[in-house]
């Protein structure tokens, strides 16, 4: 069975810092790979995702994922992070073949100080 | 182009009774994909329907059913609540079945609490 694992459930990070949130997953052939970002109140918004080719895919905001399939990790980043990112973020991965059932993580809290 | 909306936002409901919510998905797409998303059990997948066809179904009970319209519009239906069902509930669209290869639009959620 496909997994998740989001090992920080906080980050705290000063404005202006760079930022590397991880996400390792468990699934036997190449996932379909994403990151998500949630806000207060909101519904989710797709930042970026990975299926397949370039290992370095970038996404909306500034964010970029880099998928390592010898680490099975997909750790999301940005080199400067604005307190407009504050949010909940998730990975998550699905299966492919038509058969999409996404399985998520638990999620990383984003705290930025000014 | 207006966004996925979910009504109602809020609902409050009692233990046994049921609940149905409702999704409106962005203007042309087909697919909609309902989320559980509670505190202890994180984000969890419910359902996909596409073209009025359940295509994908996610691990939760028979208690959890849905339908899609001819508009694409989609219900979920709760019977017999528990107090375990309070919980976010999401609605997201995309334009091709099967939302891994294509973007899914997220609404803002219906709250539920059973009490």
């Known amino acids: 069975a496909q997994s998740v694992t989001q090992p920080d459930i906080h980050i705290t990070v000063s404005e202006g810092a760079s930022l590397e949130l991880r996400c390792n997953y468990s699934?036997?052939?190449?996932?379909?790979l994403f990151w998500y970002v949630q806000s207060p109140g909101q519904g989710l918004q797709l930042l970026l995702k990975?299926?397949?080719?370039?290992?370095l895919v970038q996404g909306i905001k500034g964010f970029e994922a880099e998928f390592k399939r010898s680490q099975s990790s997909f750790n999301l980043r940005k080199p400067s992070v604005h307190w407009s990112d504050a949010a909940e973020y998730f990975c998550a991965v699905a299966s492919g073949g038509g058969s999409y059932i996404p399985t998520f993580g638990r999620g990383t809290s984003l705290i930025v100080h000014p | 182009k207006a966004g996925v909306t979910q009504t109602p936002r809020y609902l409050i409901k009692t233990r046994g009774q049921q609940v149905t919510l409702s999704c409106s998905p962005i203007?042309?797409?087909?697919?909609v994909s309902w989320y559980q998303q509670t505190p202890g059990q994180g984000l969890q997948f419910l359902f996909e329907?596409?073209?009025?066809?359940?295509?994908n179904k996610g691990n939760f009970p028979g208690r959890f059913s849905g339908r899609q319209f001819s508009n694409s519009r989609s219900e979920m239906n709760v019977s017999t609540l528990e107090l375990g069902d309070s919980a976010l509930y999401l609605c997201?669209?995309?334009?091709?079945?099967?939302?891994?290869?294509?973007?899914?639009?997220f609404g803002p959620g219906t709250r539920l609490t059973v009490l």
């Open positions: 997201a669209s995309s334009f091709a079945a099967g939302g891994g290869t294509d973007t899914q639009y």
């Open positions: 329907y596409f073209s009025e066809t359940q295509r």
């Open positions: 203007s042309g797409h087909r697919s």
């Open positions: 699934y036997g052939a190449t996932p379909y």
């Open positions: 990975y299926f397949s080719g370039d290992t």
